[in-house]
């Protein structure tokens, strides 16, 4: 510990404090202390895994060869699942935007902002699988449920993304106009709507595909799509049929990302003269 | 740094205005504080309808305060600010002055992922009603008087051009273009030119000039170049500390006085 302190020191630069050394230590024994306790309450024992490897294999053997009989049924199931993700990720979107816009501080008062920023964590602390459960009850069985709790879940996190986004923006020509006499109207409409456009379309896509894999799995609460089947067959214990809409869901994923990627790039290309990083 | 001492190369009282009144811009013994600590300090000067004043003075003087107050974006804690007949202490139709006073910022307050017709046409917002303006209907002659001031600008081959594809002149020449739309009777410019170069500068100042006599528009503009604010102002004002320094004429901000004001010569 002395040689690099020493070494600084002849640099001309500050010594490392010790108080602060000390404090990192204390964090990351902390930190150690927590995951020992983490996996010594969650049963996560190496061995335990390494002597059930061999399950693995039978499980593999009992997945494989997938039933082609279900594909037409799977991509079904996919298509309905993916209006779902489309639908609530849609709905999500459009009630997002006025509540982001109410919830940044750049555009209206405290006492505006704060109980949308309420509502907006309200709704963003439940899991959409919950919220399935939770319409599943309040509409019935099937994928509109699902919607619902799709553009729930989707509301809650754009909402906060959005205003983000919006408060992160340069102030430069929200001033300008605001100083030549514009509205508050006028200014969103001109100014913050056209600057966090990209942004928006970005977390849309990026809520979507999100939506895409949590939609996969609402069916296990009876809230429409694949994963109605997954569920029914993996009860069953036919597993080599599960694969098949497994292969489906990943064929979907991957295409889907693949097409978001690109929607992406081509959108700020357009709006900004800038490619995103990858 | 209030408290500098700088004898003042004349003061208002000395320095007779180069035209009568109407006055466009008024201030007296302006005081504007943030946050409790006061940027402005007691500062009074005018600007005659129709002149270019220009505020002089190093970084950190209080000078985009002091400009900021002259549309109400900041209200002075103390002293009287009137801006084309209108009281900014007492008055609350802020909104309706604003749209008389042309704005550009620093860094010029352009949406980038616009074009420059786009915005240009945001001139007209503050004399449109909130629905036809939500729903972008200008009327063909607001888009016809938008694309009009960007071929006064010289901008006329790149009207439908992204401002992200411009230059920084280009940007600047947008900047202008929107304020003319407006048609202000006074436009307010800050250190709008300080990122160009020595011939740029000129040229966005030659043509803002020629502009201001057209429109018989009152032009106050905040410059860091002396030599700037000697060949545009009628009337320069410089600031350092929060305080009013000096008022002065063009022809007499010699190199002896700029020295005496700033110690190297330059505003900067």
């Not at chain 1, 509409?139 to 992160?168: D, M, N, Q, R």
């Not at chain 1, 896509?205 to 089947?229: C, D, H, P």
């Not at chain 1, 049929?241 to 700020?268: G, K, N, Q, Y």
């Not at chain 2, 040229?203 to 604010?229: F, G, K, N, P, W």
Request: aromatic share 6%; with cysteine; proline share 6%.
């Amino acid at each position: 510990m002395a040689a690099p302190a020493a070494a600084a020191a002849v640099n001309g630069e500050p010594a490392p404090g010790l108080g602060r050394g000390l404090r990192n230590n204390l964090l990351l024994s902390l930190l150690l202390v927590l995951l020992l306790v983490s996996a010594w309450n969650t049963g996560s024992d190496p061995l335990r895994l390494a002597r059930g490897l061999p399950n693995l294999w039978v499980l593999a053997g009992e997945m494989l060869p997938p039933d082609p009989a279900l594909l037409g049924t799977a991509l079904a199931a996919m298509a309905e699942t993916l209006q779902i993700a489309l639908l609530g990720t849609f709905l999500g979107l459009l009630l997002s935007l006025p509540l982001a816009l109410l919830a940044s501080r750049n555009l209206y008062p405290r006492w505006v902002v704060v109980p949308v920023r309420g509502l907006l964590a309200l709704v963003r602390t439940v899991p959409s699988l919950l919220w399935a459960v939770f319409f599943v009850i309040v509409v019935g069985l099937g994928p509109f449920p699902g919607v619902l709790a799709t553009a729930l879940y989707s509301l809650g996190y754009l909402g906060k993304l959005h205003y983000e986004a919006i408060e992160a923006m340069e102030p430069s020509a929200h001033e300008a106009l605001a100083a030549m006499g514009a509205t508050r109207l006028q200014v969103i409409r001109y100014v913050v709507l056209p600057q966090v456009a990209p942004h928006l379309v970005s977390q849309a896509l990026f809520m979507f595909e999100y939506n895409v894999r949590a939609s996969a799995i609402l069916g296990f609460v009876g809230a429409g799509g694949i994963g109605f089947y997954i569920m029914g067959y993996l009860g069953q214990l036919q597993y080599n049929r599960v694969l098949t809409f497994l292969l489906v869901v990943l064929a979907a994923v991957l295409l889907i990302d693949w097409a978001s990627l690109r929607i992406r790039d081509r959108f700020t290309l357009a709006s900004t003269g800038s490619r995103q990083r990858r | 740094m209030a408290s500098e001492s700088i004898t003042p190369v004349a003061s208002p009282a000395s320095c007779p205005t180069p035209l009568g009144p109407p006055v466009a811009v008024r201030l007296e013994d302006a005081w504007v504080s943030y946050d409790g600590t006061p940027v402005v300090q007691g500062v009074s000067l005018r600007a005659p309808r129709g002149t270019s004043l220009v505020i002089l003075g190093p970084s950190g003087a209080g000078k985009t305060t002091l400009l900021k107050t002259m549309n109400g974006i900041l209200r002075p804690t103390r002293g009287r600010v009137e801006v084309l007949g209108v009281d900014l202490s007492s008055s609350r139709d802020l909104r309706g002055l604003r749209s008389r006073i042309g704005y550009i910022p620093q860094d010029l307050g352009l949406v980038d992922s616009l074009t420059s017709l786009e915005n240009a046409l945001m001139g007209h917002l503050p004399r449109m009603g909130v629905v036809p303006s939500l729903l972008r209907r200008f009327a063909p002659v607001e888009v016809a008087a938008a694309e009009d001031a960007l071929h006064r600008v010289g901008l006329g081959e790149r009207v439908h051009r992204r401002v992200h594809q411009l230059s920084g002149g280009e940007r600047q020449r947008v900047a202008i273009a929107r304020a003319l739309v407006q048609r202000p009777e006074l436009l307010l410019a800050d250190e709008f030119v300080s990122d160009l170069d020595y011939v740029q500068a000129r040229e966005v100042m030659d043509l803002v000039t020629r502009l201001r006599r057209e429109m018989q528009m009152t032009l106050v503009t905040i410059q860091h170049e002396v030599d700037i604010a000697r060949d545009y102002g009628d009337l320069v004002v410089v600031i350092k500390g929060g305080r009013k320094v000096a008022e002065v004429y063009p022809r007499d901000l010699d190199p002896g006085v700029v020295t005496r004001l700033f110690g190297n010569g330059n505003g900067r």
